[in-house]
């Protein structure tokens, strides 16, 4: 069950950090 949760933290902070990267690219343009 903690792994669970561990992995499933990790995929949000990539999927957030990978959006927040395009945003940057974008003002940035």
Do not use: P
């Not at 069950?1 to 003002?27: C, F, L, P």
Request: aromatic share 10%; no cysteine; glycine share 4%.
């Amino acid at each position: 069950m903690i792994e669970e949760q561990t992995e499933n933290r990790r995929w949000y902070i990539i999927h957030a950090y990978s959006g927040q990267e395009d945003r940057v690219k974008k003002n940035l343009e």
